[in-house]
T-cell receptor
């Protein structure tokens, strides 16, 4: 079974709008990571947030982590057409070295 | 720095044939991962190496899949014999250690006829 599950499965917005994706997981984690995957390419690491952190920023990206709710969110502000991609969360369960990816959110940003 | 290199980019074979994929990780990265990504899903870990030792291969179908990482650098993943359900993208990734960001190659897209 998959540890992390992204929501929504698909998101379509206009350029300049903000995009928010959520990730829920089942067991306690060491850290949670967000990745982006463009069509036909490998995954690109965006942000790693550790279990003792609540929020991290990187450029137009903002990630929050709520360990009490076992959930995380990725916010992309002022979206661009180039942000069109699939976004995955990956969790590292405590006591495990196995990184587990969700099914991803497919984001389309219309110019 | 050079990224993770994978070859070939595409491979088409018939079922019951064998196939091999190659991965060259980022220089100095001790941890290497092989993932299977079926269309519309997230990557599923097949095997994880730490240098040339296996950390986890619990999700590797060992009756048909094998992987090795000789000398703790390059790695190969083999499927023999292939089944229709093996059609997927096979991704290789490397990282500087456990629980660290992974760097992915662009994958090998395998089609089984």
């Amino acid at each position: 079974s998959q540890q992390g599950e992204e929501d929504p499965q698909a998101l379509s917005i206009q350029e300049g709008e903000n995009a928010t994706m959520n990730c829920s997981y089942k067991t306690s984690i060491n850290n949670l990571q967000w990745y982006r995957q463009n069509s036909g390419r490998g995954l690109v690491h965006l942000i790693l947030i550790r279990s003792n952190e609540r929020e991290k920023h990187s450029g137009r990206l903002r990630v929050t982590l709520d360990t009490s709710k076992k959930s995380s969110s990725l916010l992309i502000t002022a979206s661009r057409a180039a942000d069109t991609a699939s976004y995955f969360c990956a969790t590292d369960a405590r006591g495990s070295y196995i990184p587990t990816f969700g099914r991803g959110t497919s984001l389309i940003v219309h110019p | 720095e050079a990224g993770v290199a994978q070859s070939p980019r595409y491979k088409i074979i018939e079922k019951r044939q064998s196939v091999a994929f190659w991965c060259n990780p980022i220089s100095g990265h001790a941890t290497l991962y092989w993932y299977q990504q079926i269309l519309g899903q997230g990557p599923k870990l097949l095997i994880q190496f730490q240098n040339n030792g296996v950390v986890d291969d619990s999700q590797l179908p060992k009756d048909r899949f094998s992987a090795e990482r000789l000398k703790g650098v390059d790695s190969t993943l083999k499927i023999q014999p292939a089944k229709l359900e093996d059609s997927a993208v096979y991704l290789c990734a490397s990282s500087s250690g456990d629980h660290e960001p992974q760097h992915f190659g662009d994958g090998t897209r395998l089609s089984i006829l």
